[in-house]
């Protein structure tokens, strides 16, 4: 009404303190669903903290190497990681708009699509990442209208 956004569509991100994304979750879930997701993340950073002994490339290969399994587990999409961009200790990765839209990733389902995403580009930052989870994940256009209140 009056232009103010009416609601819409949620994604949730577990990200460190950086700002930089472990898991996303997109769309609404139920409770134990969330849950489920929350501690699934938290184990992941757990085992990158664990693995990676302080090496920021190979946290990022363990945070990458969860969403493949992920991806392969729910979808039975199995993605060669020769097919990967290279995993570096430098910046985080900047997600590329035209990953999600091809036929195939298309075909994955939403949280698929997720799991696409951070594969490829782990651990990447939350301002780069919900453009793309928001606008071709959940099919919504981002808004900086507040949402009315009934």
């Known amino acids: 009404m009056d232009g103010q956004k009416q609601g819409g ?3 949730s991100y577990f990200c ?6 472990i898991h996303a ?9 969330f849950l489920r997701e929350a501690r699934w993340a938290v184990d992941l950073r757990k085992l990158a903290v664990t ?38 200790a430098q910046a985080p990765p900047t997600p590329q708009v035209g990953l999600l839209q091809t036929p195939a ?15 490829y580009f782990p651990l990447s930052r939350l301002d780069e990442t919900y453009p ?11 808004s900086t209208l507040p949402v009315a209140m009934k």
Not at 16 to 21: E, H, N, P, R, Y
Not at 132 to 138: A, C, K, P, R, S
């Open 105 to 119: 990733a298309q075909a994955l389902g939403r949280q698929g699509q997720v799991h696409l995403l951070l594969a």
């Open 51 to 88: 693995e990676s002994r302080g090496d920021v490339a190979r946290y990022r290969a363990t945070i990458r190497r969860g969403h493949l399994e992920r991806l392969r587990a729910e979808t039975g999409h199995n993605l060669p990681p020769n097919t990967l961009p290279r995993i570096a």
């Open 25 to 33: 979750v997109a769309g609404p879930v139920d409770a134990q669903t």
């Open 132 to 142: 793309i989870v928001f606008e071709q994940v959940l099919g919504e256009k981002t």
């Open 9 to 11: 569509n949620v994604a």
């Open 16 to 21: 460190l303190a950086d700002g930089t994304v």
